[in-house]
């Protein structure tokens, strides 16, 4: 009997915003709209295959995952290849509810967050203390927010299980949320995730338990103020830290990255810059206080590496995700993540000549390949586990 050849499908672009009971302290209980993009591009007749992609602290997910330049939409790219990607956006980024932030009032009160906001908008008159001053979201409200996602998404695919891919702080969402809900998570991908193996503890007696009563604020241990604010010359220098290769960025990328954060930020978009009238446009980044995920709670279950695989990769010159163990709860580690997962379900790669930025660099095109082979195959490079570098020749190295 002849098999049945399924044609590709042009993928679907669709917008949501999926509503969601918030369990931010600043709105707890409030309806809110957290947005979903979603780019379908199952074959014709065949089963969805849904992937959800989730941003970390500092960038929106559009611009992310999403950015429309040449071919740097990871999204659109695993869509074209057969599958439904969704894209979600938190509370306090991009195009979701951003509770309590649109108030120059509720940045850190510092003279140098003041400075930026002069005159766009002219917010001279905010010296006293901010509105809200403690942290925005928290683990509990990110996680409840994926599974919210997760729960929409399997109930319009049909599907029981999605696969998840994180950039950076991600990790520290979508790591105990697999943990917590393996029935729901296929596979895990992180690109440069964020680790603290010394990483704040759950409360005693809990596996993930809020450690502290919500809302936190200085000086008991976290944030006096719900938001900062990020400018584009400061996304270029933190850049340029990871760039040690020739033409490791292409010519032009800040440009491209920044115009789609605004895009997603039509309020920040209106702030910054130092002629009245003419906003260059600031970052609204949302402040979190995170817990359980460290080097107690990941093997919690024997989850991780079993019931849920897991591939990790990084780059190289990736100056944000490997730090010192003096740095506290700022030290981070991606070899003490892949060595603390308890499986034999786990692979981890660094590439050569990519930072932290990768998703945006040269070598996304390998990213992208890469995600699609664990996706399709739960192998990348023909290897099902194991920690690995590549190097320019293409050549993998058992790390």
Request: proline content about 8%.
């Amino acid at each position: 009997m002849a098999s049945t050849v399924l044609s590709p499908a042009t993928p679907v672009l669709t917008d949501h915003y999926v509503e969601h009971d918030s369990t931010i302290p600043a709105n707890a209980g409030q309806k809110i709209k957290l947005f979903v993009r979603e780019r379908n591009g199952t074959p014709t007749g065949g089963p969805r295959r849904p992937v959800l992609m989730l941003h970390g602290r500092s960038v929106c997910a559009l611009a992310g995952f999403d950015l429309q330049y040449k071919k740097y939409s990871w999204a659109e790219e695993l869509a074209k290849a057969g599958y439904d990607v969704y894209v979600m956006e938190q509370q306090g980024s991009g195009l979701s509810t951003r509770p309590k932030m649109d108030d120059p009032h509720n940045v850190s009160p510092t003279p140098a967050q003041q400075r930026l906001l002069v005159p766009n908008p002219n917010a001279t008159e905010y010296t006293g203390p901010v509105g809200y001053a403690a942290q925005l979201n928290n683990s509990q409200s990110d996680w409840d927010e994926v599974d919210t996602v997760v729960d929409f998404i399997i109930a319009r695919s049909g599907v029981g299980k999605v696969d998840l891919i994180g950039w950076s702080a991600a990790a520290q969402q979508l790591g105990p949320y697999a943990i917590q809900n393996p029935g729901k998570v296929r596979s895990l991908f992180l690109v440069a995730p964020i680790f603290p193996p010394n990483g704040r503890q759950s409360a005693p007696g809990s596996d993930f338990g809020a450690p502290v009563t919500l809302p936190v604020s200085t000086p008991t241990g976290a944030f006096g103020f719900p938001m900062t604010v990020g400018t584009k010359s400061g996304l270029d220098n933190a850049w340029k830290k990871d760039l040690l290769c020739p033409d490791q960025r292409e010519a032009g990328m800040v440009d491209q990255v920044w115009k789609a954060m605004m895009a997603a930020d039509p309020i920040g978009a209106t702030w910054g810059g130092v002629v009245a009238g003419s906003p260059e446009g600031l970052n609204r980044v949302r402040n979190v206080f995170w817990w359980g995920w460290n080097k107690t709670t990941v093997p919690l279950h024997g989850v991780l590496g079993d019931k849920v695989p897991v591939c990790i990769v990084y780059g190289e010159h990736d100056s944000v995700i490997n730090t010192s163990p003096s740095l506290g709860l700022l030290y981070f580690s991606t070899s003490e993540l892949y060595n603390t997962i308890p499986g034999t379900k786990k692979l981890m790669f660094r590439l050569s000549c990519a930072g932290h930025q990768i998703v945006w660099e040269r070598k996304a095109k390998l990213l992208h390949t890469m995600s699609e082979h664990w996706l399709k195959d739960g192998k990348v490079f023909g290897e099902v586990d194991g920690s690995f570098y590549r190097d320019e020749d293409e050549v993998l190295t058992p790390l």
